[in-house]
T-cell receptor
């Protein structure tokens, strides 16, 4: 089945630890995105990548880092510098940066205790 | 700065009532517009999209939206809602100088049977 896979679905971490969220797609899409969803704030863009080995900061990039070494993978690291990391994280991809709509994964709920 | 605004945060309707959800965007240049829906416990799905051509676009499940360039608006409409339309609705825009995909804060729709 083609699609976007985010893992794990639920993730718990202790405060001060870095954690990496996985996002893999087998749709052969060029562009990939990471969003954070909080109640009442919609989806806020963290980072996006238009092609392999390239990525740009979104609106709330502080405390996060990404890499895009392979077309199908766009992992997100939540670092200890992120002040409020507990949230629902969504990954998306689209055919090309100027192309069609984005398709979403099922999300990862991160809880930092 | 690029932005998407949704004015209705919570909407409560009875079945068979008509729906209109407001969306305004701030983008320079060519813009692509989307409405996504998130049903309880499910991932984001595309309802409809506008790229060019006829400003009245029809989507799935009887939804439609009208692109009014002079008002920078892309309002979502449905003539008669059903209980199964209970969900969160997000307006999104892509385009301008950076091609970032930006979302509004979402509208929670509750349809009472």
């Amino acid at each position: 089945d083609g699609g976007i896979t985010q893992s794990p679905k639920y993730l718990f971490r202790k405060e001060g630890q870095n954690v990496t969220l996985s996002c893999e797609q087998n749709l052969n899409h060029d562009a990939m995105y990471w969003y954070r969803q909080d109640p009442g704030q919609g989806l806020r863009l963290i980072y996006y990548s238009q092609i392999v080995n390239d990525f740009q900061k979104g609106d709330i990039a502080e405390g996060y880092s990404v890499s895009r070494e392979k077309k199908e993978s766009f992992p997100l690291t939540v670092t200890s510098a992120q002040k409020n990391p507990t949230a629902f994280y969504l990954c998306a991809s689209s055919i090309s940066p100027r192309g069609t709509e984005a398709f979403f994964g099922q999300g990862t709920r991160l809880t930092v205790v | 700065a690029q932005s998407v605004s949704q004015h209705n945060h919570h909407v409560i309707l009875s079945e068979a009532a008509s729906l209109e959800l407001g969306c305004n965007y701030s983008y320079g240049g060519t813009v692509n517009l989307f409405w996504y829906v998130q049903y309880p416990g499910q991932h984001l799905q595309l309802l409809l999209k506008y790229f060019s051509g006829d400003p009245l676009v029809k989507g799935i499940k009887g939804f439609e939206a009208e692109f009014i360039k002079s008002k920078f608006s892309f309002n979502l409409r449905k003539p008669s809602v059903q209980w199964s339309d209970t969900a969160e609705y997000f307006c999104a825009a892509k385009g301008g100088a950076t091609n970032k995909l930006i979302f509004g804060t979402g509208t929670l729709l509750a349809v009472q049977p």
